[in-house]
């Protein structure tokens, strides 16, 4: 674990919500681990690492709050982020010749990491993306350049399959032969991945995302009712049929006061 304070060496506009800055920097995280970035002045958000090299890695920060908001208006090239991390359960492919990440929207760069490693260690990846439109499809090019095999869908039919990103996801299970399904993103799309991965008998991963105020496990901000686990510390990874076991998955979270949070943002 780091603490550190890195400049932004570029910021590229990947969708309308969503911009990537690029750090030069080794994190040499694992696929699925986060770090903790602080706005000074405003607050401190967990954010999960995309693309990496060995001198080099990215940021993808979604519109989503006060924290988020702060960083696309104030922070351009040349200034600096303070983080610490990487923190986190990683996704793991060891073992595995036949994987599937799906993923939707803000959910992408994490399953950018994992692509890049399971396609290093010879593993065949199929990436299913998912999206409000075209223009929500995130690290399509990316995807491609590392040989993944790429369906999409989106909401309102602009690319590829018109629905549910899961539909798609059924169809690949259906063929057989997937040794693990991945997934990040909406909580309810993954909630249906892991629930179709289990139907099918198939291992599944699924990253979480939370309120988190440490970020290794001491708080238990971010403790799951209905098992206890930790995201920042047993998570944000979670095996699928562990996770389908988590009271609150797909149903609700938690806000920083600990008051119960629809998935639509309504207090509950």
Not at 46 to 53: F, L, N
Not at 86 to 110: A, D, S
Not at 113 to 138: E, F, M, N, P
Not at 196 to 223: H, W
Request: glycine residues 14%; contains cysteine.
């Amino acid at each position: 674990m780091s603490v550190l304070t890195l400049e932004v060496k570029e910021i590229i506009e990947d969708a309308p919500n969503l911009k990537t800055y690029v750090f030069e920097h080794g994190l040499r995280a694992k696929p699925g681990q986060f770090v903790m970035v602080w706005m000074p002045g405003v607050d401190e958000v967990p954010m999960s690492i995309g693309w990496q090299s060995d001198t080099q890695f990215h940021l993808s920060i979604a519109l989503a709050g006060d924290c988020t908001k702060a960083i696309h208006e104030q922070i351009k090239v040349g200034d600096k982020l303070g983080m610490r991390g990487p923190y986190g359960n990683p996704f793991t492919h060891e073992g595995y010749k036949n994987i599937v990440l799906v993923g939707g929207g803000c959910g992408m760069p994490p399953m950018l990491s994992l692509a890049q490693s399971a396609t290093k260690a010879g593993v065949k990846t199929t990436v299913l993306l998912g999206g409000r439109t075209k223009d929500h499809l995130l690290f399509e090019k990316k995807f491609k350049d590392l040989g993944c095999e790429i369906h999409a869908a989106t909401d309102d039919g602009s690319k590829g399959h018109k629905g549910f990103v899961t539909d798609v996801l059924e169809k690949e299970l259906e063929k057989g032969g997937v040794d693990c399904v991945y997934t990040c993103g909406p909580e309810m799309m993954m909630v249906k991945v892991a629930q179709l991965a289990q139907d099918y008998n198939t291992p599944s991963q699924v990253s979480l995302e939370r309120y988190m105020k440490c970020g290794f496990g001491i708080c238990g901000q971010c403790c799951i009712d209905g098992t206890g686990l930790r995201v920042c510390k047993d998570g944000p990874v979670f095996p699928g049929e562990v996770a389908l076991k988590h009271q609150e998955f797909g149903k609700y979270k938690r806000d920083s006061a600990g008051v119960k949070i629809g998935l639509d943002g309504c207090r509950l």
